[in-house]
């Protein structure tokens, strides 16, 4: 599969782009495929860790009910715990209100070695506080170029980026919500204010094309992940999360002494 053609330029219609792929793959064949691509991919991020040199930074942006959390399970349990991070951005508190943006942020992002998981991210100072008119398009802009500098600076240290937007439908999302509703096991998961925010679907969908068109870049790279099959979005994340690690090569370190003449004798 090419993990690349999902990704978006600098125009993004997301009514234009996917919601439903499959990629013309059963249900079964697909989770059989993400199994076998977590057994590369957790080689790769042993040598990412053993090498201690470059870092992943993965956004996960989404619509409520998108798959955040579901894309969390079940692709990075694929990999061992010890090397990934995920962070979950909630709404800013008072002490991070006292501060610009991305200053909650920066301290959650990877060290040499890891793996770190946004579940949503800055890119909700660019979302939800559009749709409540919280901030003005002028101030919108400026943030889109604080957010590429930001990108850019991580980018200089060795962090690769890849921004995944779930595209799901309306109709899904209905689904999903309505299921959160009558699944005692997913009633915690309900939050009334979802509907409001669900209500105010074309503004979330081009407050999402501004911010997505805007801060595309190569440094960091948005790519639009269709995500009403949960299968074929943890397929699809999965692929891209392999080739990405293989486009870095980490490299296991050398030994820093010679280890030719030495062995470990019995006590
Ligand atoms: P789920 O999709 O499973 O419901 P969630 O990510 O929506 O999970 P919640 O605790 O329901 O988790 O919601 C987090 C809320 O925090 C979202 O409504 C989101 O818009 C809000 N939020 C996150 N960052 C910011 C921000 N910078 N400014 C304003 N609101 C934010
Ligand atoms: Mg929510």
Same mark, same amino acid.
């Given at each position: 599969?090419?993990?690349?053609?999902?990704?978006?330029?600098?125009?993004?219609?997301?009514?234009?782009?996917?919601?439903?792929?499959?990629?013309?793959?059963?249900?079964?064949?697909?989770?059989?495929?993400?199994?076998?691509?977590?057994?590369?991919?957790?080689?790769?991020?042993?040598?990412?860790?053993?090498?201690?040199?470059?870092?992943?930074?993965?956004?996960?942006?989404?619509?409520?009910?998108?798959?955040?959390?579901?894309?969390?399970?079940?692709?990075?349990?694929?990999?061992?715990?010890?090397?990934?991070?995920?962070?979950?951005?909630?709404?800013?508190?008072?002490?991070?209100?006292?501060?610009?943006?991305?200053?909650?942020?920066?301290?959650?992002?990877?060290?040499?070695?890891?793996?770190?998981?946004? #579940? =949503?991210?800055?890119?909700?100072?660019? $979302?939800? +506080?559009?749709?409540?008119?919280?901030?003005?398009?002028? %101030?919108? *802009?400026?943030?889109?170029?604080?957010?590429?500098?930001?990108?850019?600076?991580?980018?200089?240290?060795?962090?690769?980026?890849?921004?995944?937007?779930?595209?799901?439908?309306?109709?899904?999302?209905?689904?999903?919500?309505?299921?959160?509703?009558?699944?005692?096991?997913?009633?915690?998961?309900?939050?009334?204010?979802?509907?409001?925010?669900?209500?105010?679907?074309?503004?979330?969908?081009?407050?999402?094309?501004?911010?997505?068109?805007?801060?595309?870049?190569?440094?960091?790279?948005?790519?639009?992940?269709?995500?009403?099959?949960?299968?074929?979005? #943890? =397929?699809?994340?999965?692929?891209?999360? $392999?080739? +990405?690690?293989?486009?870095?090569?980490?490299?296991?370190? %050398?030994? *820093?002494?010679?280890?030719?003449?030495?062995?470990?004798?019995?006590?």
């Amino acid at each position: 599969m090419d993990s690349k053609r999902y990704r978006v330029g600098k125009k993004v219609n997301l009514s234009k782009l996917p919601t439903d792929d499959t990629g013309k793959l059963s249900r079964e064949d697909s989770e059989a495929e993400t199994l076998e691509i977590g057994l590369e991919l957790a080689k790769l991020q042993d040598r990412l860790y053993a090498e201690s040199k470059q870092s992943l930074l993965v956004v996960l942006q989404a619509r409520d009910a998108g798959g955040k959390d579901g894309t969390v399970k079940h692709v990075f349990e694929l990999i061992n715990p010890q090397g990934v991070i995920v962070t979950n951005f909630k709404v800013p508190n008072e002490e991070d209100l006292k501060h610009d943006f991305l200053w909650r942020i920066h301290p959650h992002t990877p060290a040499a070695g890891m793996i770190a998981v946004f #579940n =949503r991210s800055y890119y909700e100072d660019v $979302l939800v +506080t559009r749709v409540h008119d919280l901030i003005s398009d002028k %101030e919108a *802009e400026q943030r889109f170029k604080h957010i590429r500098h930001f990108e850019d600076l991580l980018a200089s240290r060795g962090t690769r980026i890849l921004k995944l937007y779930l595209h799901i439908s309306s109709e899904e999302q209905r689904e999903r919500l309505q299921e959160r509703l009558d699944d005692p096991e997913k009633n915690w998961k309900f939050n009334p204010s979802d509907l409001k925010e669900r209500a105010r679907w074309p503004e979330y969908t081009s407050a999402y094309e501004d911010a997505l068109s805007a801060t595309s870049t190569d440094a960091a790279p948005w790519y639009v992940i269709p995500a009403d099959h949960k299968w074929y979005r #943890n =397929r699809v994340i999965a692929t891209l999360l $392999l080739d +990405t690690l293989r486009e870095m090569n980490p490299q296991y370190p %050398e030994p *820093e002494f010679d280890l030719t003449n030495v062995a470990v004798g019995a006590i």
